[in-house]
């Protein structure tokens, strides 16, 4: 009976933890909706040919103090300053490398109008670490995003 009752815990186990890294090979698994780590914002993955992208589709504060939908007014190029944030495009160029990693993208930071190199890691199904840097990896910042739903 113990050996029985062990079994199916060991069975159990194992199916737990083999579905837990099921996302790790998946190329796509990134594709969703996530939430930023300040929790002001939400960024749709999305994938176009073999690159992964990402584009704002929600703000806690989509509006500025007049009222109107915020723009990209940190921006030094004055071609892009006026656009909504809203829509914007802020992760592009990503490709999948190997186990939940993506790298060789850009990701823009309205909050300063700056583009950094940036790689993602998937951590779990519904949580990653968005690292963006200058030169090499150690010298930038990481924000966790978690899987949301639309907005």
Known sequence: ??????????????IVISSSFRYADNPD?????????DGKGVVQIFKQGNQFFGKIIW????NDSNGKPKVDDKNDDPKLKGRPLIGLVNLRDFTF????????GKVYDPKNGKDYSC?????????IEVRG???????GRTDVWKRTAVK
């Not at 490398?97 to 060789?104: A, F």
């Open 133 to 139: 840097y200058i030169g090499i990896s150690l010298i």
């Open 59 to 62: 703000l806690q504060e989509p």
């Open 97 to 104: 490398i190997k186990e939940n990693l993506w790298k060789e």
């Open 29 to 37: 698994a990134i594709v969703g909706f996530w939430k930023t780590g």
């Open 1 to 14: 009976m113990k050996k029985t009752i062990l079994s199916i815990l060991s069975a159990l186990a194992l």
């Open 119 to 127: 790689k993602i890691t998937m951590k779990d199904n519904n949580t």
